[in-house]
């Protein structure tokens, strides 16, 4: 059995958060163990991965888990990215600043629904890195998490990217994921790597924004009621 390689509570490391509210992972396999974690399994799903990127019914559908599919971007996936990545140049940041700007409603849609969720909830793409690492940056930077805390729960990503790959090449061994994944690692290696710049451009992104995180979430469909249990549910 395998178990999830990029999984963790938000609230790890955190003096504020409430632990058991909010996890980030990898994409779950049919079969893995369950982690040892406080308020799992999570009640709610939010697979942020594309309708490409989906073969079977969700693990964790079967274990009772309402899993709401909430596509971040078509490109974002591990295929699209290999193909679109050239114009980069290497900047993940710029990358992150164009998913944020081409996202903005499925980024607001999964804020809100993290805020009315009744139980824990799991964020999870295919690497639990670049999708999740947007939305969950955007949920901290909204209830008021210090920047250096967001970079740094991103930055946990880097050490297990390893873990993830090899989930990856063992769920897909002939498939077209597995071969943009080679090809991935052969020629854009950046992109599989956790740069602080890269969630900091998102960050600033942000942060020009008059009203911050929030007040970018606010604009684009998140109610002030929604934020204010955000908060609730987040903040210890």
Same mark, same amino acid.
């Given at each position: 059995?395998?178990?999830?390689?990029?999984?963790?509570?938000?609230?790890? @490391?955190?003096?504020?958060?409430?632990?058991?509210?909010?996890?980030?992972? !990898?994409?779950?396999?049919?079969?893995?163990?369950?982690?040892?974690?406080?308020?799992?399994?999570?009640?709610?799903?939010?697979?942020?991965?594309?309708?490409?990127?989906?073969?079977? #019914?969700?693990?964790?559908?079967?274990?009772?888990?309402?899993?709401?599919?909430?596509?971040?971007? &078509?490109?974002?996936?591990?295929? @699209?990215?290999?193909? =679109?990545?050239?114009?980069?140049?290497?900047?993940?940041?710029?990358?992150?600043?164009?998913?944020?700007?081409?996202?903005?409603?499925?980024?607001?849609?999964?804020?809100?629904?993290?805020?009315?969720? +009744?139980?824990?909830?799991?964020?999870?793409?295919?690497?639990?890195? !670049?999708?999740?690492?947007?939305?969950?940056?955007?949920?901290? &930077?909204?209830?008021?998490?210090?920047? #250096?805390?967001?970079?740094? +729960?991103?930055?946990?990503?880097?050490?297990?990217?390893? @873990?993830?790959?090899?989930?990856?090449?063992?769920?897909?061994?002939?498939?077209?994921? =597995?071969?943009?994944?080679?090809?991935?690692? +052969?020629?854009?290696?950046?992109?599989?790597?956790?740069?602080?710049?890269?969630?900091?451009?998102?960050?600033?992104?942000?942060?020009?924004?008059?009203?911050?995180? &929030?007040?970018?979430?606010? !604009?684009?469909?998140?109610?002030?009621?929604?934020?204010?249990?955000?908060?609730?549910?987040?903040?210890?």
């Amino acid at each position: 059995m395998t178990s999830l390689a990029n999984l963790r509570d938000v609230a790890t @490391g955190a003096t504020r958060l409430r632990p058991g509210v909010l996890f980030r992972s !990898d994409a779950p396999h049919a079969g893995d163990l369950a982690p040892a974690l406080e308020g799992w399994p999570p009640r709610t799903v939010l697979d942020l991965r594309s309708a490409e990127e989906l073969a079977n #019914e969700h693990p964790l559908a079967e274990a009772g888990a309402e899993v709401i599919g909430v596509p971040l971007a &078509a490109q974002a996936s591990l295929e @699209g990215l290999a193909d =679109a990545a050239a114009r980069y140049g290497g900047e993940l940041g710029a990358m992150y600043r164009d998913i944020v700007a081409g996202a903005a409603p499925a980024l607001a849609r999964a804020v809100a629904l993290i805020a009315e969720s +009744d139980g824990p909830v799991l964020i999870h793409c295919t690497m639990g890195k !670049d999708r999740t690492g947007l939305l969950v940056a955007a949920v901290l &930077a909204a209830v008021g998490e210090p920047r #250096e805390r967001i970079i740094a +729960d991103y930055a946990l990503t880097e050490p297990n990217v390893a @873990g993830v790959l090899e989930r990856v090449r063992l769920a897909n061994p002939e498939g077209a994921l =597995a071969a943009a994944l080679e090809r991935t690692i +052969d020629e854009r290696p950046w992109l599989l790597q956790a740069p602080a710049s890269a969630i900091e451009a998102a960050l600033n992104l942000w942060d020009e924004h008059p009203g911050g995180a &929030a007040g970018w979430l606010q !604009d684009r469909g998140v109610s002030p009621q929604q934020l204010t249990r955000l908060r609730e549910r987040l903040l210890a």
